[in-house]
């Protein structure tokens, strides 16, 4: 099993940055990669950033690229999620999961509310 604990989240003015934290603890052996999600009201969830972690491979969520970047640092099994520019359309509770070949593990979520 794996646990995931969500830091970062908040209130931000439109065009402020926020970074958010996850923390993996527990058995990580089998994960290849992380990922950051977000669902918004009323909306479905949608992934916004994801990372292998053997290569270090980068996606972007289209609405995401060139604002956000995901980064993952190994030694304190944390991945992170740096959001600039924010616009008020990033308003969403966040979600980090970490991906393994048979499972896959969620965290509880961190909100974050961008204002115009």
């Known amino acids: 099993q794996v646990q995931l604990v969500e830091s970062g989240g908040g209130l931000v003015q439109a065009g402020g940055s926020l970074r958010l934290s996850c923390a993996a603890s527990g058995n990580i052996d089998s994960i290849n990669a992380m990922g950051w999600y977000r669902q918004a009201p009323g909306k479905q969830r949608e992934v916004v950033a994801a990372i292998a972690r053997a290569s270090g491979i980068t996606h972007y969520q289209d609405s995401a690229k060139g604002r956000f970047t995901i980064s993952l640092d190994n030694a304190k099994n944390t991945v992170y999620l740096q959001m600039n520019s924010l616009k008020p359309e990033d308003t969403a509770v966040y979600y980090c999961?970490?991906?393994?070949?048979?499972?896959?593990?969620w965290g509880q979520g961190t909100q974050v509310t961008v204002s115009s």
């Open positions: 999961t970490y991906k393994g070949f048979t499972d896959d593990f």
